[in-house]
C-alpha cells in the first residue's frame, strides 16, 4: 500500500502538496518488470493533474484569477514522487482561511473613499471574511486519485 504525506503552507505564495511513497508498488513492478515503471510513474503525474483540476473546481470565483492561478509540478525521483500544487496570488491564503474582523486605514492618503460612499472615512471596520477552503480539499483527495490511477498500473 502506498503512503500518503500532505502539507500545506500558507503565505504570500499558497501551495499544498502531496507526498506519495510508491516502494511497495515498485517492488512488485520491479519483481515483473525488472526496473522502474513509467505506469507508476503516469499514475502519480494523473493524480498531481486531478488534484489540481480539484482544486480548480473547488476555487470561488469573483474574477477567475485565483482559479486560473492554480497550477502544479511534479518533485522528487526515483522511489519517492510527489507534487506541489499551488497559487502565487497574493489574497489566496485569506480565502483558503478567511480572515477575522479587522481595521482597513489608508496607506496613502488621509482617507478611504470608494464610488458609493457618502463621504471618505478615516477607517473601516472589516467584519473579516469566511474560510472557503479549496486547497485543502483537493489534495485530501490524493489518496482516492492515486487508488483509482494505480489499479491501472500495468494494465495497458
Same mark, same amino acid.
Given at each position: 500500500?502506498?503512503?500518503?504525506?500532505?502539507?500545506?503552507?500558507?503565505?504570500?505564495?499558497?501551495?499544498? &502538496?502531496? =507526498?506519495?511513497?510508491?516502494? =511497495?508498488?515498485?517492488?512488485?513492478?520491479?519483481?515483473?518488470?525488472?526496473?522502474?515503471?513509467?505506469?507508476?510513474?503516469?499514475?502519480?503525474?494523473?493524480?498531481?493533474?486531478?488534484?489540481?483540476?480539484?482544486?480548480?473546481?473547488?476555487?470561488?470565483?469573483?474574477?477567475?484569477?485565483?482559479? &486560473?492561478?492554480?497550477? &502544479?509540478?511534479?518533485?522528487?525521483?526515483?522511489? &519517492?514522487?510527489?507534487?506541489?500544487?499551488?497559487?502565487?496570488?497574493?489574497?489566496?491564503?485569506?480565502?483558503?482561511?478567511?480572515?477575522?474582523?479587522?481595521?482597513?486605514? +489608508?496607506?496613502?492618503? =488621509?482617507?478611504?473613499?470608494?464610488?458609493?460612499?457618502?463621504?471618505?472615512?478615516? =477607517?473601516?471596520?472589516? +467584519?473579516?471574511?469566511?474560510?472557503?477552503?479549496?486547497?485543502? +480539499?483537493?489534495?485530501?483527495?490524493?489518496?482516492?486519485?492515486?487508488?483509482?490511477?494505480?489499479?491501472?498500473?500495468?494494465?495497458?
Amino acid at each position: 500500500m502506498a503512503r500518503f504525506r500532505a502539507s500545506a503552507r500558507m503565505r504570500l505564495g499558497t501551495s499544498v &502538496s502531496a =507526498q506519495i511513497n510508491t516502494r =511497495q508498488y515498485e517492488r512488485g513492478l520491479r519483481r515483473f518488470l525488472g526496473g522502474m515503471s513509467d505506469d507508476v510513474k503516469l499514475a502519480v503525474e494523473r493524480t498531481r493533474i486531478d488534484v489540481q483540476n480539484e482544486a480548480r473546481r473547488r476555487a470561488p470565483v469573483d474574477t477567475g484569477r485565483l482559479r &486560473s492561478s492554480i497550477v &502544479s509540478r511534479s518533485e522528487g525521483s526515483g522511489r &519517492s514522487v510527489g507534487y506541489v500544487v499551488g497559487t502565487n496570488v497574493n489574497y489566496a491564503a485569506a480565502v483558503e482561511y478567511g480572515t477575522a474582523p479587522h481595521v482597513i486605514k +489608508p496607506k496613502y492618503k =488621509q482617507a478611504l473613499y470608494w464610488p458609493g460612499a457618502r463621504h471618505p472615512v478615516a =477607517q473601516v471596520n472589516h +467584519p473579516g471574511t469566511r474560510a472557503q477552503p479549496f486547497l485543502r +480539499p483537493a489534495i485530501e483527495m490524493t489518496e482516492i486519485f492515486w487508488r483509482a490511477h494505480a489499479s491501472r498500473i500495468g494494465r495497458r
